[in-house]
């Protein structure tokens, strides 16, 4: 946003409250002059942070006060546009004079582009962009501080895990028969001690007493029948059935 003053004559007012009302809709504060009565602001807008915008109208070119305007302000705050082709002559004019002959009210086109480049030229004069505040800068410096600290602690200690890896997997090919291709990368792991499995007895006194030991009589193991491992067939069921007396293929009684 741009504070700006227009000053015209009174040939030129019709275009001026036009364009005051189209800056204003643009978030800029506009300020208009017109007539002999500009010659009474031109001594505080000498000093005053704000873009001015002059007219050249047909009447224009002839008034002093305008000229004066013209003269007095710095050259880069000074915004010319003209209603005809014969504008006057400023010797420390900074930017062209924009052509509005043929302009009539429309926001956008040639000489309207033209007219906010230069309107966001002097802003940028007038007012700089600010930098980030301190405290925001501190900030920032605090924070970066605090990540490469923090990536170096992260780095050390993946160091510290990734070398014996390394040099494990270095041992591993290694191992491999490099002449003829037999073997591959194995697991080089440390033998089991010597003394693993060996059950080691611990003397003991040499007082102690013997132990009568008893002797221990075991019962015989009852017989048992083995059982059948196939089921039994129908002939061999109805054999089971005939009495003993009847049965012809037992074997006779022996005297």
Not at 196 to 219: C, K, M, S, T
């Amino acid at each position: 946003m741009t504070d700006i003053r227009i000053v015209c004559t009174h040939d030129a007012l019709k275009v001026a409250e036009t364009l005051t009302r189209l800056l204003e809709a643009e978030q800029h504060r506009v300020w208009l002059t017109y007539g002999r009565q500009a010659l009474g602001a031109l001594a505080e807008a000498k000093t005053a942070n704000e873009a001015v915008v002059l007219i050249w109208s047909q009447d224009a070119r002839s008034q002093t006060y305008m000229l004066e305007w013209a003269r007095s302000i710095d050259p880069v705050r000074l915004c010319e546009i003209s209603r005809t082709t014969d504008h006057p002559t400023v010797a420390k004019r900074k930017a062209p004079v924009i052509d509005f002959s043929s302009w009539r009210g429309e926001r956008g086109g040639r000489a309207w582009n033209s007219l906010n480049e230069r309107l966001r030229t002097v802003g940028d004069i007038l007012n700089p962009p600010k930098g980030p505040p301190r405290e925001a800068l501190m900030a920032m410096a605090f924070g970066a501080a605090a990540a490469v600290v923090g990536a170096v602690v992260v780095r050390v200690n993946t160091v510290d895990e990734i070398v014996p890896q390394a040099e494990a997997a270095h041992e591993e090919i290694a191992l491999a028969d490099p002449t003829t291709g037999v073997g591959g990368p194995i697991m080089a792991l440390e033998p089991a001690s010597v003394d693993d499995g060996v059950v080691r007895f611990r003397a003991i006194g040499r007082n102690l007493q013997p132990i009568d030991w008893e002797p221990i009589f075991l019962e015989p193991v009852p017989e048992v029948s083995t059982p059948e491992l196939r089921d039994q067939t129908i002939l061999e069921r109805v054999s089971d059935l005939i009495p003993d007396q009847l049965r012809t293929d037992r074997e006779p009684p022996q005297d």
